[in-house]
Structures are given as C-alpha cells and as structure tokens.
C-alpha cells in the first residue's frame, strides 16, 4: 500500500510539473478550456482538468442535456451533480467535485490493478506495471474530468469480482459501466466469456446456470438499456449517440468502418496529406502507433491471455475504430487494462537498455502531451 501511494503521488506531481511546465513554454489555443478563458487564464492548474470534453461534461451536471451532448453518457455528470447537490451548483464547484471524483476513482483503480495482478498474472512485476501504465502518453486523462478514471476503475472491480465469483457486484458495476461509456458493451461480453468458461458451460448444457447467465446479462445490459430509453423519450431515437458521431470530428462516420479500411485510411489518406504543424502531426502519430502497438499484443495475447481479458481488450479496442477512425484510441486505450499487462509481460523480458528507452520515450511523449492538452491542443 505504501509503496502504490508513493508511486500514485510522484505521478501526480510529475502531472502537475508538466502542466507548469507547459503554461511558461507553450501557446496557448483559446478553444475549449475548462471553465473558459477568463476563468482559465485566473486558474490554469485548476482549470485544464476540464478541457475539451470535459466542458461537456460540467455543461451537463450543470444544466442537463442539450442537443449534440448526447454522446457523452450520463454516469459521470450526473454523479457530479449529485455530489453537488448541497453546494451551489457553480462551474467552480462542479469541477472541483469533478477533479475530486477523478483523483478517488483513479486511485482507486490503480488499487483494484494491484488485486487483480496478485489473483492472475503474478508473474507480472507490479512496479514496472505501475511505471509503464502511469507513464502512457495519456495517463493525465485519469484525473482530468473525464469518464476515464471512473470507468476503469468499475471495469477493473466488475473483474476482480467475477474472478472472486461475486457475481452480482460485477453485473452492479457493469451495468454502472455501460452507462459511463460505450465501450461498456464490450465488458458486457467479457464477463458473460468469464462466467461461461468458469462454470464449463461450454462443454455441457445445465439449463439453470444458462438462465442465471442470462439473468446476469440483463443486469449488466441495464445501464445502456436505461439511457437508450432515456434518449428514445428525448429525441425519438434510442441510439442517436451513434447517430451524431460524425459532429466530433470529420474523420469519424456514423456508419461502421472496418479495421482495415481504417489502417489503409491513415496510411494512403492522412499520412501522406499531413501538414507539418508539429501538435497534429503528434497526434496523428499517437493514434496510429497506440493503434499498431495494441493490435499487436492483441494478436499475440490470444493463446496467452484468460479469455474474459482477451474479449474485454479485443472488444474494447475495435468498438471505437468502427467510426473510421484512430481519432481518441490514445485516450480509449487507457482503460484496456489488460494490454498494459501484456505489455508489462513482453517489456520485463527486454534487456535493461531497451526498457529505459521505451521508457524514456513514454515518459517524453507523456510530457508533451499532457502539456499540449493544458494548453488547449487536442490530443484524443
């Protein structure tokens, strides 16, 4: 324990420095800043936390759905708001409940990673699992006010209860889940695989646990099923968070794309019509490294990884490239917790020399990155 808040804190000062940093070296873009430009440029270490989507979110706590806002599921807000229930329902007030909620669930996912390596994967070096996943490009996402830290944190519970066959608090915080992100469909179908293999449902029909599979199934569905009804009242269409995609951003299409027309996207549309303004062309490069790199431990991960895991990383990976594009993966990834673990297991193996590089690059690309996002540049 002493030795995780150790690491949690110097992650967080580290984050702090970067942000420092970045305020007294880079421009600053004027679109999207947390709370707005006056109330940024009075408090920035305060204020990027709630940068780009995290507007969103605080417009939502604050004043409920409008149009196009949609997307941005409704755990998160509403749980701001509520917390907020007692204080006066200000912008200031609902980012501090918002930076709050983000440090608690990031912490303690970081706690429930710890439970959850030592119960399966204790060949894992846990210190180096710590550096390497605290130190990814986008790990400052974690405490931004973003879903990021309260979805990993019921996906890495919703696990480590399944694995402790407590199967009801899994269903409880996967229906939670899907109702924090969309990628929550995927952990759905993660642990139906795990309840499957762990009671050999594949080998043999007993039609009581097949009914309690199915029962689960419906918990677990509840979250999605509950804001699909929501918006189907509001707007008439009960899937229009799919429908409206296309408002964030050109690349991204409201129809499914595959994963292979998406590759052939990057590498014959946008990598040879790239301009050379630095900031895009480092998130171009983000998105297509974290998307070849994850693809890779994928594949290489399926006779190794338990199936549940494998399911939750495969599903959790393609689900946001079906809208054409790698735009955000660096930030979606985040939450795929099991890939940092393979890349933990391939990494511990490496010679000295090459982990410090991989490293060092990380670290780096962490710097940069978590700084352009202080400073209003889009990273994902």
């Known amino acids: 324990m002493k030795k995780t808040i150790s690491v949690y804190l110097v992650w967080r000062l580290l984050i702090i420095f970067f942000v420092v940093l970045s305020i007294k070296l880079l421009p600053l873009q004027t679109n999207h800043l947390g709370g ?110 973003y879903t990021e830290s309260l979805f990993l944190f019921l996906a890495v519970f919703a696990f480590y209860s399944a694995r402790s066959k407590n199967w009801i608090a899994a269903s409880i915080a996967t229906a939670i889940a899907s109702a924090t992100r969309v990628v929550g469909v995927s952990l759905i179908a993660a642990l139906l695989v795990e309840y499957v293999v762990q009671n050999k449902l594949h080998k043999k029909i007993i039609i009581r646990k097949y009914l309690y599979l199915i029962f689960l199934g419906f918990i677990m569905s509840l979250g999605l099923l509950g804001y699909m009804y929501f918006l189907y009242q509001r707007t008439g ?30 590498f014959a549309k946008i990598l040879p019509n790239l301009d050379f303004y630095w900031p895009s062309m480092f998130t171009t490069f983000l998105e297509l490294t974290t998307a070849i790199v994850f693809l890779v431990v994928i594949i290489l991960s399926f006779f190794k990884l338990r199936l549940s895991y494998w399911t939750y990383l495969t599903l959790g990976y393609l689900t946001p490239t079906l809208s054409g594009s790698f735009s955000s993966l660096p930030r979606y990834v985040i939450v795929l917790f099991p890939g940092f673990i393979l890349f933990t297991q391939y990494t511990q193996r490496l010679p000295g020399l090459v982990q410090t590089t991989i490293a060092a690059i990380l670290l780096l690309s962490l710097t940069l990155a978590t700084g352009m996002y202080a400073r209003g540049y889009w990273i994902s």
């Open 237 to 266: 269409d009960s899937l229009v968070f799919i429908h409206e995609v296309e408002v964030y951003g050109d690349q991204r299409s409201s129809s499914f794309v595959l994963l292979p027309q998406v590759f052939y996207r990057y």
């Open 36 to 145: 707005g430009l006056q109330n940024y440029l009075e408090k920035p270490l305060f204020w990027w936390h709630g940068n780009f989507d995290g507007e969103h979110y605080l417009s939502i706590a604050q004043h409920g759905y409008k149009p196009l806002q949609y997307f941005f599921f409704p755990v998160f807000p509403n749980l701001i708001r509520s917390l907020n229930i007692f204080f006066l329902n200000t912008l200031f007030n609902l980012q501090f409940t918002g930076i709050l909620l983000t440090s608690i669930f990031s912490f303690l996912s970081i706690l429930y990673l710890i439970k959850l390596l030592k119960l399966d994967f204790k060949n894992i070096n846990r210190n180096v699992f710590l550096v390497i996943f605290l130190i990814f490009p986008t790990s400052f996402y974690l405490i931004a006010v």
